[in-house]
């Protein structure tokens, strides 16, 4: 079955530094991998996704990812972190090598950026 | 374009009573799933609509249902409610239901069950 994990329930930066937000995934078959992000009292939004390729993903909002397969990882990183950046980050994947749109969801990250 | 609208935002209900809840896709999208989401249990699926056709359905009880109709809008019903009921339920969609797309979400219908 496909997983991904999310060991770290919150992470906590300075404004200005880079910040890494880690994911693990266990998949039979080709990963597809998605991150989103959830502000207060929102939906999740769609940051990046891994399907084939560049093993460097970008995404919206200057956030990239970087897929490692030896390691089967998929963590979300940014250069610089805002405070505006501070959400539930939620990394995914495809439950069934993409052939629906169902999503096996992490327990979730919270980012704290402090000023 | 407008989002993914989800109606009610906010329902207060009683155990043992049943609740829809509605959920507008973007327009021209055909695919729309469901997720609960709880502090302890995180995200979880619900359901999958694909052109009025469940593809997929999530581990939880009977209690739970959906249907999608003919202009996409999808609908999911609980009934008998519980005490576990209560969460923030999300709706998503997209144009193909292929899963290597992004999926846009609603801002949620948050249900609490006394």
């Known amino acids: 079955a496909q997983s991904v994990a999310q060991p770290e329930d919150q992470v906590n930066v300075a404004e200005g530094n880079p910040l890494t937000v880690k994911c693990t995934y266990s998949?039979?078959?080709?990963?597809?991998l998605f991150w989103y992000v959830q502000y207060p009292n929102r939906g999740l939004q769609f940051l990046l996704k891994?399907?084939?390729?560049?093993?460097l993903v970008k995404g919206s909002y200057g956030f990239e990812a970087e897929f490692n397969k030896s390691q089967t990882s998929f963590h979300l990183k940014k250069p610089s972190a805002l405070v505006s950046d501070s959400a539930l980050y939620f990394c995914a994947v495809s439950s069934d090598g993409g052939h629906t749109d169902k999503l096996i969801f992490g327990t979730g990250t919270r980012l704290q950026v402090f000023p | 374009k407008a989002g993914v609208t989800q109606t009610p935002r906010y329902l207060i209900k009683t155990r043992g009573q049943q609740v829809t809840l509605s959920c507008s896709p973007i327009s021209g999208h055909r695919s729309v799933s469901w997720y609960q989401q709880t502090p302890g249990q995180g995200l979880q699926f619900l359901f999958e609509y694909f052109s009025e056709t469940q593809r997929n359905k999530g581990n939880f009880p009977g209690r739970f249902s959906g249907r999608q109709f003919s202009n996409s809008r999808s609908e999911m019903n609980v009934s008998t409610l519980e005490l576990g009921d209560s969460a923030l339920y999300l709706c998503?969609?997209?144009?193909?239901?292929?899963?290597?797309?992004?999926?846009?979400f609603g801002p949620g219908t948050r249900l609490t069950v006394l």
């Open positions: 998503a969609s997209s144009p193909s239901g292929v899963g290597l797309n992004e999926q846009f």
């Open positions: 891994y399907i084939t390729g560049d093993n």
């Open positions: 998949v039979s078959g080709n990963p597809y």
